[in-house]
C-alpha cells in the first residue's frame, strides 16, 4: 500500500509529511465549527533559536543560523497542529538564545501574564533557542502566577535538517499545553518525546536530540499527541510562588565566576567591581572554593555582595551547606541542585525581594 507524500515549502524550511492514503491536508488542518469550539485555544510565542534555524543543506544539523523563521511559518509547517488546538502565534523575539538578556526575560515574561489571564486562553507554548531554554523555563516557573500549562520548547536542529526534531517537539508542546492534565504542574519543557519541569531540566550535551534532561527524571512522555505522567515537581512554583512578574521591573546584576584548578580571585573581584549584587561560585564538586579565593570571597560579602555556593558538575551537583566551607560563618548561601545558571536566575528574582542571606538561603531550599 502506498502512502502518498506532500511537501510543505515555507521559506528556509522544507518538511516533508507523510500522509496516510486518501488523506488531504484538508482532512489535518482543517476541523469543522463545532470541533473547533471544543478544542483548547493555545498561543505560540515564538522567540526564535534553532527550531526557527535554517541551515545551507539538509546535510546541515550543527552548522546553521538560529532565529531565520517567523512564527506563522512555524505552524504551517505542523498542520496537525489544528487537530490538537486552535493555535495561534505571535514574534515576541527573534533572536537566538545566547543573546537573550534580563529585558527580553521581563518582555517575554509579562506577555505570558497577560496571556495567562486571558479567559480565551487555556496554553502557552514558547518556542525558545535551546541554550538558554532551561534558564527562561526556570524564570517562567518561579514568576508565573497561573496553573495554566506554560510549555517551553525547542529543537537541536533546524527545520531544514534531516531527521528535524522541531516539528515534533512542537506538535508535542501543543499536546501537552491543550491537555487539563497539564494544569498546576509548572512550566513544563517537551523535547524529545519527554515531559521535563522546567526547575529540573537542564541541556546536557549540544548536538544529540536527547539533550535536555533532569538528574531527578523526566515527568512523564508524550507518544502520539498523549500525556504520561510519572511523577510531579515538589519545588514551589507558579501560582504557588512568592514572586510575580507583574511586580518586577527590573532584574538586579548576577553573575557566575567558574572554579577550576589554579583558579585565582580576579573573576570574582572584576565582577563585584562590575556592580554584581550576587556572585555565583560555579564550584567544583559539592561547590568547593579554592583557599586561595576565599579570602576574597569573605571580603566581597562583607562588602554585601551575596555569595552564592553551586556546583559545575554536569549531571545534579548539590551543594550541602557547611560542607566543604564554614557558610553560617561566612554568611553565604548554597544552591542546593541548581546548577550555576539557574541559580543565578533565582538569586536575581529572589533580589528582587530581600537582600537577606537567610531569605536568600530559605528560596533556594523551597524553589
Known amino acids: 500500500m502506498n502512502a502518498a507524500v506532500n511537501t510543505f515549502k515555507s521559506g528556509a524550511l522544507a518538511f516533508c509529511f507523510l500522509l496516510a492514503p486518501g488523506i488531504t491536508w484538508a482532512d489535518t488542518a482543517e476541523q469543522p465549527p463545532q470541533q473547533k469550539s471544543k478544542l483548547a485555544n493555545v498561543v505560540i510565542l515564538a522567540t526564535g533559536g534553532t527550531i526557527a534555524g535554517a541551515g545551507a543543506s539538509t546535510a546541515n ?12 511559518k512555524l505552524i504551517a509547517g505542523v498542520p496537525e497542529l489544528a487537530t490538537l488546538a486552535n493555535v495561534r502565534g505571535e514574534q515576541v523575539l527573534q533572536i537566538a538564545s545566547e543573546s537573550i538578556t534580563n529585558e527580553n526575560l521581563l518582555q517575554l515574561g509579562k506577555r505570558v501574564a497577560e496571556l495567562a489571564d486571558s479567559p480565551d486562553v487555556d496554553g502557552i507554548v514558547i518556542t525558545h533557542g535551546t541554550d ?17 500549562p506554560i510549555v517551553v520548547v525547542g529543537s537541536m536542529r533546524p527545520g531544514t535538517a534531516m531527521s528535524a526534531d522541531g516539528m515534533l517537539n512542537l506538535y508535542n508542546a501543543v499536546a501537552v499545553a491543550s491537555n487539563p492534565e497539564s494544569k498546576g504542574k509548572g512550566v513544563l519543557v517537551t523535547m524529545n518525546d519527554e515531559i521535563q519541569s522546567g526547575r529540573d531540566v537542564s541541556k ?8 535536555f534532561k533532569s538528574p531527578w527524571g523526566a515527568l512523564g512522555m508524550v507518544v502520539e499527541g498523549k500525556s504520561y505522567w510519572f511523577r510531579l515537581p515538589a519545588k514551589r512554583h507558579t501560582q504557588n510562588s512568592e514572586f510575580d512578574i507583574r511586580q518586577i521591573s527590573s532584574l538586579p546584576q548576577v553573575d557566575i565566576a567558574y572554579a577550576y584548578g589554579n583558579v585565582n580571585d580576579t573573576a570574582y573581584k ?4 562590575s556592580g554584581a549584587k550576587a556572585i555565583i561560585h560555579a564550584g567544583t564538586g559539592n561547590g568547593s572554593v579554592s583557599s586561595k579565593v576565599v ?20 549531571a545534579g551537583g548539590f551543594v550541602l551547606r557547611n560542607a566543604e566551607q564554614p557558610d553560617d560563618k561566612y554568611d553565604w548561601v548554597v544552591a542546593h541542585d541548581l546548577n550555576p545558571q539557574k541559580a543565578r536566575i533565582l538569586a536575581m528574582v529572589g533580589l528582587t525581594k530581600t537582600n537577606d542571606s537567610k531569605e536568600l538561603q530559605r528560596m533556594f531550599w523551597e524553589y
Open 61 to 72: 544539523s550543527a552548522t546553521y543560523q538560529a532565529a531565520k523563521v517567523g512564527v506563522d
Open 295 to 314: 579570602p576574597a570571597l569573605q571580603a566581597l560579602r562583607k562588602d554585601g555582595v551575596q555569595i552564592i555556593r553551586s556546583s559545575h558538575v554536569n
Open 132 to 148: 538558554t531554554l532551561e534558564e527562561t523555563a526556570y524564570f517562567l516557573n518561579l514568576v508565573e502566577k497561573t496553573e495554566k
Open 270 to 273: 572584576a565582577l563585584a567591581q
Open 204 to 211: 546536557m550535551i549540544n548536538i544529540k536530540t536527547e539533550a
